[in-house]
């Protein structure tokens, strides 16, 4: 049965299609989420001036086939900050891991730490350290925290190895706090922690699981 249905969420992709349409991505907190914006790329359009990491409520049209169809959208807010090169593609790299994360079942949880995460990559004076504690938090709410019960100061296969990406005991330590312990508990851990190194195993764990990540290309690793 075709059906109107209101959503909120978080825009992470736009892509022009033809005869001006625009596809845009969202993560909200009932899951990732495809529509299409009819004529979206007219400039008098309103859901042609919906930018990367607006928040947003929408309404959309859906079919028993294809994707649905965005009929109305109101802005709700904009995250300024993110303008910097470097904060932009961290929040790109965070954006892609939610969506590809952000199942049914998982979204409730998930939404709330990404949200976080944008906020804090857009403000922090180091915005290395909240992509570092939201991506790890996104992974764990996805369902695929890695074991971190063994001896071994590296991540290899979801598991501490004697190869793999090397944290050292700084890092081992901050990962476990950024899983185990409350946001505002585990980010002093983090303060004297490899940031790098924990970004570089996101990446590689991240990838294992969910296969190549675009935006992991463009990060300075």
Same mark, same amino acid.
């Given at each position: 049965?075709?059906?109107?249905?209101?959503?909120?969420?978080?825009?992470?992709?736009?892509?022009?299609?033809?005869?001006?349409?625009?596809?845009?991505?969202?993560?909200?907190?009932?899951?990732?989420?495809?529509?299409?914006?009819?004529?979206?790329?007219?400039?008098?359009?309103?859901?042609?001036?919906?930018?990367?990491?607006?928040?947003?409520?929408?309404?959309?049209?859906?079919?028993?086939?294809?994707?649905?169809?965005?009929?109305?959208?109101?802005?709700?807010?904009?995250?300024?900050?993110?303008?910097?090169?470097?904060?932009?593609?961290?929040?790109?790299?965070?954006?892609?891991?939610?969506?590809?994360?952000?199942?049914?079942?998982?979204?409730?949880?998930?939404?709330?730490?990404?949200?976080?995460?944008?906020?804090?990559?857009?403000?922090?004076?180091?915005?290395?350290?909240?992509?570092?504690?939201?991506?790890?938090?996104?992974?764990?709410?996805?369902?695929?925290?890695?074991?971190?019960?063994?001896?071994?100061?590296?991540?290899?296969?979801?598991?501490?190895?004697?190869?793999?990406? =090397? *944290?050292?005991?700084?890092?081992? &330590?901050? #990962?476990?706090?950024? !899983?185990?312990?409350? @946001?505002? %508990? /585990? $980010?002093? =851990? *983090?303060?004297?922690?490899?940031? &790098?190194? #924990?970004?570089?195993? !996101?990446?590689?764990? @991240?990838? %294992? /699981? $969910?296969?190549? *990540?675009?935006?992991?290309?463009?990060?300075? #690793?």
């Amino acid at each position: 049965m075709e059906r109107y249905r209101l959503e909120e969420g978080v825009v992470v992709g736009r892509k022009a299609l033809p005869q001006g349409d625009l596809l845009l991505r969202f993560v909200t907190p009932r899951g990732s989420l495809e529509a299409i914006a009819k004529k979206g790329l007219r400039p008098t359009g309103r859901s042609g001036r919906l930018s990367l990491f607006h928040h947003v409520r929408f309404q959309v049209y859906a079919k028993k086939e294809g994707l649905p169809t965005l009929t109305q959208a109101e802005l709700l807010g904009k995250l300024f900050g993110l303008e910097a090169p470097q904060r932009y593609l961290y929040a790109c790299f965070l954006a892609e891991l939610a969506y590809r994360l952000a199942s049914p079942e998982v979204a409730p949880k998930l939404f709330p730490i990404f949200v976080s995460g944008l906020r804090g990559i857009a403000k922090h004076q180091n915005p290395l350290l909240p992509l570092v504690w939201a991506g790890w938090r996104v992974v764990k709410a996805g369902g695929l925290a890695p074991n971190l019960m063994g001896p071994g100061l590296f991540l290899k296969e979801g598991r501490l190895a004697d190869e793999g990406v =090397y *944290l050292g005991e700084k890092g081992v &330590e901050a #990962l476990r706090a950024i !899983l185990h312990l409350p @946001g505002g %508990e /585990a $980010l002093p =851990y *983090l303060e004297d922690a490899p940031l &790098e190194r #924990l970004l570089l195993a !996101l990446k590689r764990h @991240g990838e %294992e /699981a $969910l296969g190549p *990540l675009q935006s992991g290309a463009t990060l300075a #690793l």
